[in-house]
Each structure stands twice: as structure tokens, then as C-alpha cells.
């Protein structure tokens, strides 16, 4: 196999950059095979738990579940996402990273910490080992793992850690020789994002190292499961953008080109990430509004942060979805809605993206449903909420990473695409699976039957006189999850096989057009970094420092001792 420049190729990345196209590589092809594993599990779950096929004893549904959640919602995500931000940084940059070892040396510590985690949950499977670790993804207590699960986790967010150090070094450096430019969008997206993530890890860090490991480690004997769970949800919410905010990256800068368009609002697309930054943490509560011992009246704050947050998702619907209609009458498009038609739907990037798009306007939707307080005791810990992730993570996240796959994966090797017809059947495959399952979760949910559990029927109790239509559910659910597995799989043998062949001319342009209000036209405080960090944590401290101070007098000085009344009235009682 040739490895120098082909003729007459379009520049590929990796003849560009071979070494940050390396680590692109192995960074994806690790989450790639997560999201197979992973993937595999969610199918064993969804056959289970429907009866349609059982093949695990109920007893396993936990180390699976677990295995769906983390290998999928951790390990495929994050680290896709951390080869779309290096890839960003060096490609909108245009330089390389500035150490080789350094890069190397956090995607080692993300990849041991994530196999540490890994083992001990797969040896849930094996009865004689003493580790293991059931604990579903968002592991906090009462559920107990062995140290090694989470010493794994505490490798895998420092590697996160460094891997932002290395970008925004990359940046600093960058500004050193351009003083007075604005970093491209690229680069500021990156940047926003790690300061959003460094600020809400904080609290899975200190639940993780200060409590969790001792904990585990029988050093010491309890935890207050409010506060663990107070800080999980600090940092559980903002993952979710964690996830969603390189999918938006995408949206916004090689979506408008897939459509044949441009971007329309640069200026915009940067207030939106600013918005995320700020608004992303202070909302941890509406994940707790079940949970007693904290103030209604700071429940109902997050409740009316994560209303301002439907803010910067709505107005990237608008930014992105213009520029595709942009580009669709640049193409002939015309009409109110005819001008879709002009949209290049055959193209299995372009489809992927608008399809995960599309989606995440219903995922969108059921995530207002969660946030209203009222409406919540409704759908909390019902199969809705799962219906509601596998819209968002599930699609608007997963399904855009596989359609930029299908864009970046050629100039990430060299290689042209394979496969192309099982590439572009994959996208609908994966749409007609998920409306299929995640609308029968929804609907059960409403019906009442729970989430995370193997056995959703009670004893004596049929959900069918609750809801005539049970039956029409569970099947839904099994055969959405029959038709995503095969098209994930359509996916991983393009991956493959692209990865396989031989080096030859890649038909793929990686340059990206400028955006029609480009960022001259933003207002200068706008790539002010430290000022939208300031205003995060002055936000997360009115939010999170007065309940948290009476969580840990109450919770942690007294240890063992019966919970105390709480000093904080609700908030409209303090407030004048
Ligand atoms: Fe959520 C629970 C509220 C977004 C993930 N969420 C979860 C859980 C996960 C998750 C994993 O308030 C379960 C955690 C657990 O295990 O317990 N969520 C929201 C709200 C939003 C939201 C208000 N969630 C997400 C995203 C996720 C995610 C994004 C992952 C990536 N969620 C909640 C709440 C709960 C919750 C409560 C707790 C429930 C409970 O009781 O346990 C918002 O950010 C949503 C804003 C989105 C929109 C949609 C805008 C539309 C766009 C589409 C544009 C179209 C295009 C294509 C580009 C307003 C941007 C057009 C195509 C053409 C062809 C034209
Ligand atoms: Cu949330």
C-alpha cells in the first residue's frame, strides 16, 4: 500500500497533518468499537426487556445496561469528540498540535482509564470475580463499584483535561503570531465547550476522587447519597452538551457546505456556544426534582435556566436550518418548502446530519416536557426518559458523528469511501428505527412503565388495562432496536471496509466556505473567554452555593446522624 501523495488527490488531512490524523484515527477507531459493544448491548437490552428474546438471565440486565450506557454515553461520544476538536483546532488553525508525546500521552491515560472501567463492568458477567461494577452510568451511590471502575473514570476526565490543555495551548500559541485575529469558528467552539466541561467535571471529580474511591476503598464507611448525587448532576447535565455541542460544531461548519451552502450567521453560531458556557451548569437540579432535601425554590431556578437554555438550541435551528435552505436555492431550490427537494438527500454525510437534525427537533421538544417541574413527576424515571436520550445522544449526537464519519473518514485515511449504497441507506435505516423505538418509549412512559429495570410488568399487574396498546409497544421497541443494530452495523462495515483498501484518489473537498456574516461582523467582547467564564461561575454559585452549603453541614459534619431540617426556605421566602 502506497502511502506518499496520490495525484491529483484533494488534499487530504492526513498528507497535510500524518500525525494528527493518527491520533484521529485511533482515537475514533476506539469509539467505534465501543459503539459496536455497546451497541450490541442496547440490542440485548431492548429484545429482553420487551420478552420478545431472552438470551441473558435477568440477573445480567444490569451489567449489560451498565456496558450500553457507559461504552455508548462515555466512551463513543467522548472519544469521537476528541478527535473532531483536535482535528478542528489543527485543521482551522492550520498548524500542528505542539507536542506529539503530549497528545499521545492523554489519549493513553483516556484509553487505560476507559479499559479499567470497561473490565471491571464486563465482569459482571463472570459470578466468582470479586469486582464489578452495576452500577449504570450515572454511578453514584447507593449503588457500589469496585475502585477500579472509578479510578477508571477519574483517568478517563483527567485525560479530557489534558486533551483540552493541548488545544487551547495550540491556541495560545496561534494568538501569539496572529495578535488581532479572531479565532476561527472552529477554534472558538473547541475553546467554549473545554471551559464549559472544566467547570462542570468539577463536581464529578470531587465526588469521584474525594468520595466514590475512599468509599470503595472501605476508607470510609458512608456517603450522603443527596450529595453525591447533587454533585453527579452538576456535571450530568452539562455532559449531555459535552456531547451535543461538537455535533452543533458540525451543524454549523460542514453542514452548510454538504448542502451546498454557506453558513449563515458566524457572529451567531459564537453566541450560541457563549450561551452554553454560561447557561449549561446552573441547571443540574432539573435531574433532582424528585429528590427531597433541596429547596423547591432552587429547583424552580434551574427549572427557569434551562428555559433560557432552549435559547441557544433554538436559534442554531434557525442558523442552521437557513443555511441549508441557503444552499438548496443556490441549487434551484424554490417555494415555502419545495426547496427541500433541492436538498442533496442522496448524499449519505449531508443525510445523516439532517435526518439527527430532524430528530433532535422531537428530542428538543420531550426535553421541555422533562424540564417543567409539574410535569416532570409525570415522566421522571419512566421509559420517556429513556425515549427522550436515544433522540438526543442517540441520534442528534450519534447519527451526526457517523454522517461527518462518512465526510472526514476519507481524508482521515486517504482513502475513498466504500460501500456507498449501504452508506446511504444507513442514515434512514437509523431514522425509521429510532421513531419507531424512541415514540413507543415515549408512549409507554406516559403509560407508567418504568425505566431500568428488567422485568417492567409488576406482580399482578398488566400494563395492558392501563394501555390497550402494550403490545403494539413492545414490539415497536424490539424491532427499532432490531433495525438500529443492522444499521450501525452498515456503518461499521464502511468504516472497516474504507479503512481496508488500498490508498487511492478520495473524491472529498475538505475546505470549508466562510459564513455569509462572517466574524468581523461580532461585536469584539464576544471572544472575550474570561468574561464568559466569570459569569459561568458567578451563575454557578448563586445556583448551586447556598444548597450545596446546607447539603454538606447537614450531610457531612454530622455523618450517620438522622437528616436536619434545612436552614434555606424556599427561595420566594427569602427573597423581599
Ligand atoms: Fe435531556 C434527561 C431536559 C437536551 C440527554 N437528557 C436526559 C437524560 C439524558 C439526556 C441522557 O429537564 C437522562 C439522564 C438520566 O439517565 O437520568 N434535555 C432537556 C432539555 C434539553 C435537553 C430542556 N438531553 C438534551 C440533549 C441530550 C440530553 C441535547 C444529549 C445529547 N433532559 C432534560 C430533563 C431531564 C433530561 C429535565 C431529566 C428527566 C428526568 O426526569 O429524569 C434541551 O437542551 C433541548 C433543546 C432543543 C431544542 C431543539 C432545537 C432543534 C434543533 C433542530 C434543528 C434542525 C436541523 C435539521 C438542523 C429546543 C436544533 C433540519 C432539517 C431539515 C431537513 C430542514
Ligand atoms: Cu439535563
Redesign the pocket.
Known amino acids: 500500500m502506497s502511502t506518499e501523495r496520490i495525484e491529483g488527490e484533494l488534499g487530504a488531512f492526513r498528507d497535510e497533518y500524518p500525525q494528527t490524523a493518527n491520533v484521529v484515527r485511533k482515537l475514533f477507531a476506539v469509539s467505534f468499537a465501543a459503539l459496536g459493544v455497546g451497541g450490541l448491548f442496547g440490542l440485548i437490552q431492548a429484545l429482553h426487556r420487551t420478552g420478545v428474546f431472552r438470551f441473558i438471565p435477568s440477573k445480567d440486565y444490569y451489567t449489560v445496561l451498565t456496558g450500553h450506557g457507559v461504552l455508548l454515553?462515555l466512551v463513543f461520544t467522548i472519544f469521537f469528540l476528541c478527535g473532531i476538536f483536535t482535528w478542528s483546532i489543527v485543521d482551522s488553525l492550520e498548524r500542528p498540535l505542539e507536542s506529539v508525546t503530549f497528545t499521545k500521552t492523554w489519549v493513553a491515560i483516556m484509553s487505560a482509564g476507559s479499559t479499567m472501567a470497561g473490565v471491571a463492568i464486563l465482569a459482571g458477567f463472570v459470578g466468582e470475580i470479586p469486582f464489578q461494577a452495576d452500577v449504570l452510568f450515572?454511578f453514584y451511590p447507593p449503588l457500589q463499584a469496585h475502585p477500579i471502575f472509578y479510578i477508571g473514570l477519574a483517568l478517563f476526565i483527567i485525560g479530557t483535561w489534558l486533551a483540552g490543555i493541548d488545544w487551547f495551548r495550540t491556541y495560545w500559541n496561534w494568538r501569539g503570531d496572529n495578535p488581532n485575529k479572531s479565532p476561527p469558528l472552529r477554534t472558538f467552539m473547541v475553546l467554549m465547550t473545554m471551559l464549559m466541561w472544566y467547570l462542570s467535571t468539577l463536581g464529578v471529580a470531587v465526588e469521584v476522587v474525594f468520595f466514590l474511591i475512599p468509599w470503595s476503598l472501605g476508607l470510609i464507611q458512608t456517603v450522603d447519597p443527596l450529595l453525591m448525587r447533587t454533585l453527579f448532576w452538576y456535571f450530568?447535565h452539562p455532559v449531555?452538551?459535552f456531547?451535543?455541542m461538537p455535533a452543533y460544531l458540525i451543524?454549523y461548519t460542514i453542514l452548510p457546505k454538504l448542502a451546498g451552502g454557506r453558513l449563515f450567521s458566524d457572529p451567531l453560531a459564537r453566541i450560541v456556544f457563549v450561551l452554553f458556557l454560561v447557561l449549561s451548569t446552573p441547571v443540574g437540579f432539573?435531574?433532582q426534582y424528585m429528590d427531597p432535601g433541596i429547596p423547591e425554590g432552587f429547583k424552580f431556578l434551574a427549572m427557569s435556566n434551562?428555559m433560557f437554555?432552549?435559547l441557544p438550541?433554538?436559534l442554531?435551528?434557525f442558523t442552521?436550518?437557513a443555511s441549508?435552505e441557503y444552499g438548496a436555492r443556490k441549487n434551484g431550490g424554490t417555494g415555502y418548502l419545495s426547496w427541500?427537494r433541492n436538498l442533496p438527500w442522496g448524499e449519505p454525510a449531508f443525510a445523516a446530519m439532517?435526518l439527527a437534525?430532524?430528530m433532535?427537533?422531537a428530542?428538543?421538544f420531550s426535553?421541555?416536557v422533562?424540564?417543567g417541574m409539574n410535569v416532570?413527576y409525570l415522566?421522571?424515571?419512566t421509559l420517556w426518559?429513556p425515549g427522550?436520550?436515544h433522540l438526543?445522544?442517540g441520534t442528534?449526537?450519534a447519527l451526526t458523528f457517523m454522517g461527518v464519519t462518512y465526510w472526514l473518514w476519507p481524508q482521515l485515511t486517504g482513502k475513498r469511501l466504500q460501500h456507498r449504497t449501504l452508506a446511504t441507506i444507513q442514515p434512514y435505516l437509523w431514522f425509521v428505527g429510532m421513531t419507531l423505538m424512541s415514540n413507543a418509549m415515549h408512549r409507554g412512559g406516559l403509560a407508567g412503565i418504568p425505566r431500568r429495570t428488567a422485568e417492567p410488568q409488576y406482580e399482578n399487574f398488566e400494563f395492558e388495562a392501563l394501555f390497550g396498546t402494550i403490545g403494539e409497544i413492545r414490539w415497536q421497541i424490539a424491532l427499532g432496536g432490531i433495525l438500529l443494530t443492522l444499521s450501525l452495523t452498515l456503518f461499521l462495515i464502511v468504516v472497516v471496509g474504507t479503512w481496508l483498501v488500498d490508498r487511492s484518489a478520495i473524491a472529498v473537498d475538505g475546505d470549508l466556505p466562510p459564513a455569509l456574516s462572517g466574524p468581523e461582523e461580532a461585536p469584539k467582547a464576544i471572544n472575550n473567554l474570561r468574561l464568559w467564564l466569570v459569569i459561568a461561575v458567578v451563575l454557578v454559585a448563586l445556583a448551586y452555593g447556598p444548597p450545596l452549603y446546607t447539603m454538606i453541614q447537614d450531610g457531612l459534619f454530622y455523618p450517620g446522624q438522622p437528616p436536619q431540617p434545612t436552614a434555606l426556605e424556599p427561595l420566594w421566602e427569602v427573597l423581599p
Request: aromatic residues 12%; neutral net charge.
Open positions: 454515553a450515572t450530568g449531555v452538551y456531547w451535543l451543524w432539573h435531574h434551562t437554555l432552549l438550541s433554538l442554531t435551528a442552521v436550518v441549508m427541500l439532517a437534525g430532524l433532535f427537533a428530542g428538543g426535553g421541555m422533562n424540564a416532570n415522566v421522571h424515571n426518559v427522550h436520550f438526543t445522544v442528534a449526537v
